[in-house]
């Protein structure tokens, strides 16, 4: 099960299409720590904080693109906490770029809770410690990439995820989800390569994509972005004719 505590729904203006990404973590933000604030600042007073040397570089350059994508109107940043929330957020912002058609992108990258609580069974108060033991029914949260799809945005271009810890059945159930939601990519991730590596599936076929070790501080996202533009080129084109 992926429990998301928060997430956040982006939309960016890329390349002259808007994409909208829905992410866990903040955007231009994959090179700090996990814990940027604690590991990347230092106290220099009462009331003063600085950049720690190791991290100056990297703190500079996420704070100035971040700021850069605010200023220029390229991302719009829609936080969410519950699968209530995210799935009122998704069909909002799906229903706004309907009329987008395909220069409308969904990259779907957000670990999205497998299962919740239901609303109606959720306690009202505080559960006590002293009524005894503790039984939760979790349900299936229901799959909307299909309603996405051929509903919300039927000319988008779609790509989702796919996460396993077993190879042996990623590329499947990647396959699946591929044909049973009729997405046009899916990204499948093995979590232990899932940075220097994965397999973009497709109707045409199954792609890897690989991290550039020549190139020091390189990740895997830039080669994967730049096959989804070169993808999604081909999609736009070929719903134009």
Known sequence: MHMSPRGHFHRVLYQGWICSYILISEPYCRSLPEDPFLECFES?????????PPYSEAVNRA???????????????????????????????AL???????????????AVS????????????????????????????????????KEWTPLAFCISFKLETDTKILLEKADMALKKYKMHMVVANELSTRK???????PSGKIPVHRDKTQPGSDVEKPLIELIVDRHSVHVKECGT
């Open 44 to 52: 220099i007073g009462d009331f003063d904080i600085r950049v720690r």
């Open 63 to 93: 704070i100035s693109d971040h700021h850069a994508a605010i200023a220029g109107g390229q991302l719009l940043k829609l936080p969410f906490t519950t699968i209530f929330e995210y799935l009122q957020i998704l069909q909002m912002a």
């Open 96 to 110: 706004s770029m309907r009329t987008l058609g395909p220069n409308a992108m969904f990259y779907l990258a957000a």
């Open 114 to 149: 497998d299962f919740y609580v239901p609303w109606e069974s959720m306690a009202e108060h505080k559960i006590q410690s002293g009524s005894g033991p503790l039984d939760m029914r979790l349900v299936q949260v229901p799959k909307m990439l299909s309603v996405l799809k």
């Open 196 to 202: 220097e590596e994965v397999t973009v599936v497709s």
